[in-house]
């Protein structure tokens, strides 16, 4: 049930978006806009979407059409900083092997 479940939910929406955009990091964060967009709806359908200061008075549609630009950024600034965390890994793997040899 689990397995069903994880395709359902991460396997499938991720295939469609990369073979209809072709490039995965696009499609990671145009997924991660996608969470946004259910999580602040889901907000919206519990009612806590305006309990942030700077959320009162706005419509709950604008809060959800933020939340896709929001998670989008969001999730492109993981990529950069593991792209950075992984060339830095590498830059001193390749000291400590120079300096073995």
Known sequence: ???VTFKIIVHYPDQLFTNALGNPVVSFCLLGGLWGMITHMWAVYLGIVDKPPILQGVAAAAA???AVFEYVFYWSV???L???VDRL???IRR???YQET
């Open 1 to 3: 049930m689990v397995t």
């Open 64 to 66: 959800v059409v933020v």
């Open 78 to 80: 993981v990529l950069v």
């Open 82 to 84: 593991a792209v950075a």
């Open 89 to 91: 890994r590498r830059k």
């Open 95 to 97: 000291r400590k092997d």
